[in-house]
């Protein structure tokens, strides 16, 4: 057998589930790091066994197969997605998103239709964590390290904070699945699931020293980069974070963000 190949985004948060290609597991797969921009497409082509992708791809056909197990799921603690507005929510009428926001800019349509009846334009900008956006924008919504960064730092005189993830909990009692594992690879499902779920545990395993790395390379409080990876996220696709899964797919297609209900479950082995 060929040695797998994994695809993902360079997101901080994925970390957990993916150094242990850098750091002694490197014999389980081959990783190669990519943009949420064209991760699906490199995936669809056949240029790896398995990607993690944001949910909202999954559920707009990404994959054959759901793999359970690892996954990143957002918690309600500041840092994950965060929404930084000039104005009451009900009043917003222009957006800033990052063009690598595909299950962030999903869930927050669905949050702000649902809870205040707004439908604001959302509009992409490559440079969003750059430049000032407040001359063009109602407000902008933020991820990333630049979440990371907002969530540690003072207010803003004339700007509120919203917990993208905590109003989406407070919508559907159900946790927010970001990101997931997906599969075309039928005859290696028991191969891949098992090298995922040792990369996650090796991962887990390895927290604090990843908090450690991560301020370094951020120039930031080992402290905040381990509550961060600790209190915004967790990194398991378990009961509850599939019916997250099932309540993101009703309301994006509600909301025409998605097409079909499509659930093609790998049972757990």
């Not at 750091?23 to 082509?45: I, K, P």
């Not at 197969?65 to 222009?94: D, H, M, N, T, W």
């Not at 797919?249 to 082995?269: C, M």
Request: aromatic share 8%; glycine share 6%; net charge negative.
């Amino acid at each position: 057998m060929s040695p797998l190949r994994f695809g993902a985004a360079d997101f901080i948060a994925n970390r957990p589930l993916l150094c242990g290609l850098s750091n002694g597991h490197a014999d389980l797969a081959r990783l190669t790091y990519e943009s949420q921009a064209t991760l699906v497409d490199s995936f669809e082509r056949g240029r790896y066994d398995a990607a993690l992708v944001p949910s909202i791809e999954y559920l707009r056909g990404a994959g054959r197969f759901l793999l359970p197990g690892p996954a990143l799921v957002g918690r309600s603690a500041p840092g994950g997605i965060v929404l930084v507005s000039q104005k009451p929510l009900e009043e917003v009428q222009r957006i800033a998103v990052g063009e690598c926001c595909r299950t962030p800019v999903a869930v927050l349509r669905i949050v702000l239709a649902e809870q205040q009846h707004v439908f604001p334009d959302l509009m992409v900008e490559k440079r969003l964590n750059e430049d000032d956006w407040r001359d063009r924008y109602d407000a902008a919504l933020i991820t990333g390290v630049a979440a990371l960064r907002e969530a540690v730092a003072p207010g803003t005189e004339g700007l509120t904070r919203f917990n993208v993830t905590e109003m989406w909990k407070s919508l559907t009692k159900t946790p927010l699945v970001h990101s997931v594992w997906v599969t075309d690879e039928e005859p290696r499902l028991e191969e891949i699931r098992t090298a995922l779920a040792s990369l996650s545990a090796y991962g887990l395993e390895r927290l604090a020293s990843l908090a450690e790395e991560i301020a370094v390379s951020l120039s930031m409080d080992a402290m905040a980069a381990y509550d961060y990876l600790t209190r915004s996220w967790s990194y398991e696709l378990g009961a509850a974070e599939m019916d997250g899964l099932r309540e993101l797919s009703d309301f994006a297609r509600k909301y025409d963000l998605v097409r079909t209900s499509r659930f093609a479950v790998i049972p757990a082995v």
